[in-house]
């Protein structure tokens, strides 16, 4: 099980980004808020963003919570970025997707709670990841919602039914008790249950268990 950690609610983020460097977590979370989306929380402006490799090595897991992500998108390849994922409620998603994928980086697509499954079939082909939200996107420190445990198990036989790649990320209210249920999953994102404890490898390893 990989782990991606969010610093959405992290008052100082630049700390949060060197002491998660520490640890043997797998991917920075990047939550990105276009005030459209999602309502617009304050949150480390790309100006700023695009010297995160001073507070860390690790690669990043875009998450796009923004109507239309083409700008967005050409400003995170230029960074350090594994996977940038859209959401599936969104125009043009098609064409998003292709742009993710023209510039080398691993295309993602989110659902949110509301959106069914099904809904990711006609990208399979198209798709590296798909996100699975337990909350409604915008903000840190919610409560999972358990509906996605059902959702991440009948993605998985969907996945398997058209032979699809994807691997499966879950995002939103994971602490270590919703880990236990979620072992179909290949990537947990998780923020708050890592960064508001001291020890974040504590919080990390316990997770992964
Ligand atoms: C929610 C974001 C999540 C969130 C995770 O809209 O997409 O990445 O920050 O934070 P926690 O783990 O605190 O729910
Ligand atoms: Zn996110």
Not at 77 to 83: F, G, Q
Not at 100 to 124: D, F, Q
Request: aromatic fraction near 8%; charge should be negative.
């Amino acid at each position: 099980m990989k782990i991606s950690a969010s610093f959405l609610s992290s008052e100082n983020v630049p700390e949060t980004l060197v002491k998660l460097n520490d640890t043997d977590v797998d991917f920075i979370h990047v939550d990105v808020l276009d005030g459209k989306f999602v309502p617009k929380i304050k949150t480390m402006p790309f100006r700023q963003m695009k010297h995160i490799y001073e507070y860390t090595d690790k690669r990043l897991d875009v998450h796009l919570m923004v109507e239309n992500p083409k700008k967005y998108i050409s400003k995170f390849a230029t960074l350090n970025t594994e996977y940038i994922t859209i959401h599936e409620e969104i125009e043009d998603v098609e064409e998003a997707l292709s742009l993710i994928h023209s510039y080398g980086i691993k295309a993602g697509l989110s659902l949110k709670l509301e959106t069914p499954v099904e809904a990711v079939v006609p990208y399979l082909a198209d798709l590296d990841l798909i996100l699975i939200m337990a909350v409604e996107p915008g903000r840190g420190g919610q409560q999972f919602e358990k509906e996605a445990i059902e959702k991440v198990n009948e993605l998985k036989k969907v996945l398997k039914k058209y032979h699809a790649k994807a691997v499966i990320s879950v995002d939103g209210g994971i602490t270590e008790e919703v880990s236990k249920k979620l072992g179909k999953a290949d990537i947990l994102v998780s923020g708050s249950f890592i960064t508001e404890e001291d020890d974040f490898q504590k919080q990390i390893d316990a997770l992964r268990k």
